[in-house]
């Protein structure tokens, strides 16, 4: 693969309105923009991250996670720019690699638009009821690949179906982003046939030809087996989302009292040694407010994260490019910081992700999305019954709850029910239950 195919500014559904123009803000800024004032990244401040959403204590939800995402992407794509500007000075296309910067902060924006209400559980609850619960019936009414999609939802590939489907009364591209910036959503460049015990994929069957003709236009390397290379900019997107769901974690744990500063502390000093350890540690002290002290940790912890993998992506390129680079970036860094990593990571899973209130987060949500699946997918299937009639009446226009197929219909009910916030799905399924009424 090459930067001068890899970064292209043509837009996915406008191909016959595409043309080289001089403007102030460039197609990858758009993209940006156009992100920001949309109604599916205005949702996510209502959306799950880790903890239950605020109450006295204000903890990260999906919105201030992803412009967290994109601020660290930016970051560390501007110094990979700068190496690579250095790198490829003499190629005529060298004024492109700017653009790279622009492209990871609009997709660090997009990566979690497909993520259902209830943090990562809710990706879980979708694809558990078919393979597990009564969405299990209709198996043999679908195609394997079909099958696949449900089995396998991932808010991966479903953030990709957001931008680029049409939906009802919508224009053709979806979002119409740029090509470059799509392609760098795509952690998993395959699809959910391939998606083996980890149940990942990239893109769904309805948009396996979308990603196909985006990634010919690319250059991106296609192998036999139906699978793709990654676009080299989803690495820098992936460590930006690793670290700050693994730093930022932490600090939540913090404050909710889930870790204490002392544990803490420790934690976040991992990721140094020697001199710079003993600087942090000399500058810590003069803060006397114990939030604030692991405030200015975090902080050294996520640039010494951007350095490193910056460094990573940079020492990888040539390989990354061919397509042969295995793994992530974080596991590519010094061993010091990769062990300090590996350490927030170990008590994220022990201590944190088992906490009281994100289980209970968990079953709350399994709870309401199963109902919402059973109940809504009951009435895309039998629209002449009575009570269907209303349920539909209810769904938003651009969901095509009477598509000519099963599989059409069942995506619709997703599509609807991965766009709820948190607060839209628990009032959905109180209502349903007869447990709230408007008032009188």
């Known amino acids: ?186 952690k998993y460049p395959y699809p959910s046939s391939m998606a083996g015990t980890k149940g990942k994929s990239g893109f769904f069957t309805s948009e396996r030809e979308s990603y196909e003709q985006i990634a010919r236009e690319l250059g991106i390397i296609s192998y036999a087996d139906g699978s793709y290379a990654r676009h080299p900019l989803v690495y820098l997107l992936e460590a930006a989302d690793d670290i700050c769901y693994q730093i930022m974690d932490i600090e939540d744990a913090h404050k909710l009292k889930i870790l204490n500063t002392a544990d803490t502390i420790q934690l976040l000093l991992g990721y140094f040694d020697g001199e710079r350890r003993s600087e942090i540690i000399t500058n810590m002290e003069r803060i006397d407010d114990r939030n604030e002290r692991v405030a200015y940790l975090r902080s050294c912890a996520i640039g010494v994260l951007v350095g490193q993998c910056a460094k990573a992506f940079v020492a990888n390129e040539e390989q990354i490019l061919a397509g042969e680079f295995k793994g992530e970036l974080i596991d590519a860094i010094d061993e010091r910081v990769r062990q300090g990593y590996r350490e927030c990571s170990n008590v994220a899973f022990s201590r944190i992700y088992c906490a009281s209130d994100v289980v209970d987060i968990e079953l709350a949500g399994n709870k309401i999305i199963t109902f919402l699946l059973e109940t809504l997918i009951d009435a895309v299937r039998y629209p002449e019954k009575n009570y269907s009639r209303l349920l539909l009446s209810k769904f938003p226009q651009q969901y095509d709850v009477y598509a000519p197929t099963l599989f059409g219909k069942i995506q619709a009910v997703i599509d609807h029910i991965s766009g709820m916030t948190d607060v839209y799905a628990l009032d959905l399924y109180r209502k349903l239950n007869g447990m709230s009424l408007p008032a009188v």
């Not at 559904?13 to 123009?21: A, F, L």
């Not at 401040?45 to 996670?65: A, D, M």
């Open 1 to 186: 693969m090459n930067w001068d195919r890899l970064i292209c500014d043509k837009r996915f559904g406008m191909e016959d309105y595409h043309e080289s123009r001089v403007q102030i803000r460039s197609d990858f800024q758009r993209d940006y923009d156009r992100l920001i004032f949309s109604s599916p990244f205005r949702r996510l401040q209502n959306k799950t991250q880790v903890f239950p959403l605020p109450g006295s204590i204000f903890v990260h939800n999906r919105l201030t996670h992803s412009l967290e995402v994109s601020g660290v992407g930016r970051s560390i794509a501007k110094e990979v720019a700068n190496a690579l500007k250095v790198k490829y000075s003499g190629e005529p296309w060298c004024q492109k690699i700017d653009e790279i910067c622009e492209i990871v902060a609009a997709a660090c924006l997009a990566h979690d638009l497909g993520n259902p209400p209830f943090g990562h559980s809710g990706e879980k609850c979708i694809s558990t009821y078919f393979s597990e619960g009564k969405g299990n019936d209709l198996r043999h009414e679908l195609t394997d690949a079909q099958w696949a999609d449900l089995i396998h939802f991932e808010g991966n590939a479903n953030s990709f179906r957001l931008l680029t489907h049409q939906f009802k009364g919508r224009r053709k591209g979806g979002f119409a982003m740029t090509y470059s910036m799509l392609a760098s959503i795509v």
